[in-house]
């Protein structure tokens, strides 16, 4: 009997064209996605380091830096504070930091100085600082920008301008974002406000 010689099993590699051009896509989606995330990392740095050169240019307006007893019987004399816009570049913002009674003494606040609003403005989180308890003010619908309609308990809360304390009228608005504002009661009926084109300031001086 003859004996058959056992033929070992032979290998063949097969070359896949497109498994191969996967891998070159694979790599290269993965090359844009680094790309992309340094690009969107690089430009988010750049953005905040432009806005805080925005904001270093801003003048200071802490209290203490404006109280003022010109000749011109200015009680505050508050230089213009400037805003980058987007579409319209550097603007004038209206603003002025005063202090205002809380439960532990005089606390510095930033308002919006706004001769179209009928009543000041702030939002309801600041009542419990104030000592002011929401619950035994009335509720009242206000109307704001575009006649949009809001809940709000209206008040009054204490401020000082200059050396003086005053009393003035205000609404707590149920929208937690709300500004800060100083409205026409109990304000611009009691101040002169003055804005000075000449020397960048806004001035508040006492009617009569």
Do not use: C
Not at 7 to 13: F, H, I, L
Not at 33 to 58: D, E, H, N, P, Y
Not at 165 to 172: D, H, L, R, S
Request: aromatic letters at 10%.
């Amino acid at each position: 009997m003859i004996n058959q010689p056992s033929s070992s099993p032979s290998t063949t590699t097969t070359h896949r064209p497109g498994l191969s051009h996967s891998w070159k896509m694979v790599a290269i989606l993965k090359m844009a996605a680094i790309v992309l995330v340094f690009t969107v990392v690089g430009l988010t740095f750049a953005w905040r380091r432009k806005q805080a050169q925005i904001k270093q240019l801003q003048p200071k307006t802490g209290f203490a830096n404006l109280i003022t007893q010109g000749t011109d019987g200015a009680i505050l004399s508050i230089p213009y504070q400037q805003t980058l816009y987007k579409h319209f570049g550097n603007a004038i913002n209206p603003q002025i930091e005063i202090p205002v009674k809380t439960i532990n003494g005089y606390k510095d606040m930033m308002f919006l100085i706004d001769s179209g609003a009928v009543v000041s403005a702030l939002p309801k989180t600041l009542a419990e600082d104030l000592g002011i308890n929401l619950s035994e003010l009335p509720r009242i619908t206000i109307e704001g920008f575009a006649g949009q309609k809001t809940f709000a308990y209206k008040g009054e809360f204490v401020v000082k301008i200059g050396r003086e304390e005053v009393a003035i009228p205000v609404v707590f608005s149920e929208n937690p974002k709300a500004n800060n504002i100083l409205g026409r009661i109990g304000f611009f009926d009691e101040f002169n406000i003055t804005f000075d084109a000449e020397t960048q300031r806004i001035k508040i001086s006492k009617k009569g």
